[in-house]
Nanobody, 128 residues
Framework: QVQLVESGGGLLQAGGSLRFSCAAS????????TGWFRQAPGKAREFVAA????????VYADSVKGRFTISRDNTKNTVYLQMNSLKPEDTAVYYC?????????????????????WGQGTQVTVSS
């Protein structure tokens, strides 16, 4: 069965950094595009970042450009999200997701509805 296990959440002050990891099993990770989404209390789930299956193409939400970096290591079946210069507005539950694709290795997805599998969610709380 497919599992996406997230780690790396926490509570910290504004300006700090965190790195999330999402380890996948039960699927061929190298043919899956991956992404990160987040959901704050009382708000809809929003796109954060996405990366193509080869790691050759990335896209970021405007709210995190220049601060967050998505990457992946296909030898470890893991996708990462490095978060720097964190703001109180970044407080949310963060989810990783995967989407199998036979399109070009640079193809990626920014809509949550396109993804097949989701991690359990990890809380990030940023104080001012």
């Amino acid at each position: 069965q497919v599992q996406l296990v997230e780690s790396g959440g926490g509570l910290l002050q504004a300006g700090g950094s965190l790195r999330f990891s999402c380890a996948a099993s039960g699927l061929t990770f190298s043919i899956n595009a991956t992404g990160w989404f987040r959901q704050a209390p009382g708000k809809a789930r929003e796109f954060v970042a996405a990366i193509s299956r080869s790691g050759g193409s990335t896209v970021y939400a405007d709210s995190v450009k220049g601060r967050f970096t998505i990457s992946r290591d296909n030898t470890k079946n893991t996708v990462y999200l490095q978060m720097n210069s964190l703001k109180p507005e970044d407080t949310a539950v963060y989810y990783c997701a995967t989407k199998k694709t036979y399109y070009t290795s640079r193809y990626l997805y920014t809509r949550g509805q396109d993804y097949d599998y989701w991690g359990q969610g990890t809380q990030v709380t940023v104080s001012s």
